[in-house]
């Protein structure tokens, strides 16, 4: 490398670091914004008053936006906030940024004109920075502090020291003494944990007196503070993941309700371009009243989803300033900063703990719309269609399904023998296992085949499938291993279920069956041995539940319980919550439930193998969560397997024996 070339690796070495301490110093929050700009007035904040949710205004600006006497409403998380009784001055002032604008002003020395701090010359550019005296000095003052006596134990610093990082900002104000805002001559050494506050010498013999109030010396609770503050934001990471994953669906909700929207206004649009000349003002009329209803939908669902959206994002914002505070008075706060926010901190995450634990998420069926044409033959007068928006209750379900169409009759995405389905969250393909034929056949929404998926290295005859919202496709073979594909059909791994002790794995003659993923993700796996084992989806174990029956399909309902079958249906969350014995019950012969589904709005769909060689009928049957009964919805299939909801008004079940798929759809 060449002299020249070593100069300028050197140069930009050195303006990363600069540029690394500049932006230390300015301060920059997890949205890219300086801590120190007020957030109302967009300029640097002065006289800085905290409010109770941790976020920061100028006096003046909260003066001018408090128009009500006895409360305020934070702009930025929408906190309705008590007024002290002197107002909004009786906020407490934001030591913290105070303590950043300091830093800030190191490095604009230099670029503004600053008197000294101790002579109030303006003519002489100021040089160095007591820390003691919290000001810039000229070199004349730096001389007098070195000389007289009660001077000499002030740290005073050269600013290029401080700049260039020679000298541990962060540790200096960390070690710097705070004095008492009553006793204004003595120094904060306690700290009162009846009162949760840092207090002087004075305090403890006046205000504060034991054994009333209980007080330790305040380096002990700075320290302890301290690492109480470092899993408090730990703790913040995790909430603020599940607060992203949350905003993020929702997101996914209304893109999709816009997708929706679009499309049934287009099959509006296109039904009405094909009605009859003279017919075109009742056709009119019929478009502007389905028109009303689909806008009367979208501002209603409009407004869920983004109430929804505001809650999680005002949760979000709490979370985030709690966490970026921590991380601040870690990084930089003094023992004041430390012991001033402790106690609003744990509250405030306290608060959105509880905020989230009673936060219901946010309806998936809300996105569901759909717009019904009449056929040619069954118009009459003008009625375009009518328009289906996924509300109906569970009873208006039963008895008004149709056969949409037959999937895998014929052809390359024939179904030899199929057993379990899986619709993938992120796409809506339909996924088959199909045993006979030793692979997984996908299908799009509408029963169109697309490809297959199978590894030529792997001996595999699928029994059932679910496919994660992040892409990667389980199959379970009759083996006592759970298999791994990615959504190419690429083997990953495999894993074994465990039993109840959740230390062996279950080897010794079981076969996995039943597949299902709840709401968080994790993987639930039926064994012949009557197990039901969860999983993460990377295989680590996290429990075993012994099972009443062997668990040939599983479904998780909207309460995150599971629903399995055999010879009964039977409803587990820990424990048992019911059991139903079709057989017993409605005195059906030679069949038993196989596959079972639920959807959105709290419904149990069962699939029922009726091998037409003992006289039986099978079907698809429909329950409540708590077990009622609610009908059949069809007996047009024999030799039913896996079944799965396409979305709320589409089901499609699979049938062994080279039998093929069929999706059934509710017709109002």
């Known amino acids: 490398m060449s002299k020249e070339s070593n100069q300028l690796a050197k140069m930009s070495r050195r303006l990363t670091h600069r540029k690394r301490r500049y932006d230390e110093i300015e301060g920059y929050n997890t949205e890219g914004n300086s801590l120190t700009t007020c957030n109302i007035c967009l300029q640097e904040m002065e006289n800085p008053k905290e409010l109770p949710c941790l976020h920061s205004f100028c006096l003046k600006c909260l003066e001018s936006s408090s128009s009500c006497s006895t409360s305020f409403i934070c702009p930025l998380c929408q906190e309705k906030i008590p007024l002290p009784p002197d107002g909004v001055n009786g906020f407490r002032d934001s030591f913290f940024i105070n303590r950043m604008k300091e830093r800030k002003a190191i490095f604009k020395v230099g670029k503004v004109i600053m008197p000294c701090a101790s002579c109030e010359a303006t003519g002489r550019q100021v040089t160095s920075r007591c820390m003691n005296c919290n000001g810039f000095l000229c070199y004349k003052c730096v001389r007098l502090h070195k000389t007289i006596k009660p001077l000499r134990i002030h740290k005073v610093f050269t600013l290029d020291q401080l700049r260039s990082g020679k000298v541990d900002m962060s540790k200096l104000m960390l070690e710097k003494d705070e004095c008492c805002p009553k006793h204004k001559e003595q120094v904060l050494r306690w700290y009162c944990k009846t009162c949760d506050i840092p207090i002087c010498r004075d305090c403890t013999v006046m205000e504060h007196t034991r054994p009333e109030h209980d007080y330790v010396p305040l380096e002990s609770a700075v320290k302890d503070h301290l690492e109480e503050i470092k899993n408090l934001v730990t703790a913040c990471k995790d909430i603020n993941r599940k607060l992203i994953g949350a905003i993020t669906k929702a997101d996914k909700v209304k893109a999709k309700l816009d997708s929706q929207l679009t499309k049934a206004t287009k099959q509006l649009k296109d039904a009405e371009s094909q009605a009859k000349e003279e017919f075109l003002k009742a056709l009119q009329e019929n478009v502007k009243t389905t028109t009303d209803q689909l806008n009367a939908i979208k501002m209603k669902r409009y407004e869920k989803i983004e109430n929804e959206m505001m809650e999680l994002r005002n949760m979000q914002s709490k979370i985030s300033n709690v966490q970026e505070i921590g991380n601040q008075l870690i990084k930089s706060g003094s023992k004041h900063d430390v012991a001033s926010n402790y106690a609003v901190l744990c509250k405030t995450l306290k608060q959105v703990q509880g905020e989230i634990t009673l936060h219901n998420p946010v309806n998936v069926s809300l996105s569901k719309v759909k717009f019904n044409p009449h056929q040619k033959d069954s118009v009459e007068g003008v009625h375009l269609g009518t328009l289906s928006s996924g509300s109906m209750s569970p009873r208006d379900r039963t008895g ?186 409605y005195h059906w012969r030679s069949w038993r439930p196989c596959g079972v589904c639920c959807s959105d709005d709290g419904i149990i769909y069962v699939s029922c193998y009726g091998s037409s060689y003992g006289g039986g009928q099978g079907g698809i049957y429909s329950f409540t969560e708590d077990g009622s009964y609610l009908g059949c919805i069809t007996t047009d299939v024999t030799w039913a397997q896996g079944i799965a909801l396409i979305d709320n008004d589409r089901l499609v079940v699979v049938q062994f024996a080279g039998r093929p798929a069929k999706i059934f759809s509710y017709v109002e």
């Open 400 to 585: 008004k399904w149709v056969l949409e169409k037959e999937i895998g009759v014929e052809g390359p995405g024939k179904i030899k023998g199929g057993f379990g389905v899986a619709v993938d969250p992120t796409t809506s393909d339909i996924l088959i296992a199909d045993w006979t034929d030793q692979n997984v056949k996908v299908f799009d929404s509408d029963g169109n085949y697309k490809h297959v998926i199978f590894d030529d290295y792997l001996d595999l005859h699928p029994h059932d499938v679910a496919v994660s919202v992040d892409g990667f496709l389980f199959i379970t073979d009759y083996t006592a291993c759970v298999k791994v594909f990615s959504h190419d059909g690429i083997y990953l791994n495999q894993f074994p279920a465990r039993s109840p002790d959740g230390k062996s794995s279950i080897t010794d003659g079981s076969e996995l069956y039943g597949l299902a993923i709840d709401s968080d993700g994790n993987l639930l796996v039926g064994s012949s041995k009557k197990y039901i084992s969860k999983h993460k989806q990377d295989g680590t174990h996290i429990a075993t539940m012994k099972t009443a029956i062997c668990p040939l399909f599983i479904g998780m309902t909207r309460a995150n319980r599971y629903a399995y079958s055999d010879t009964r249906i039977i409803q587990y969350k820990g424990s048992l919550l019911y059991a139903t014995n079709l057989t017993a019950s």
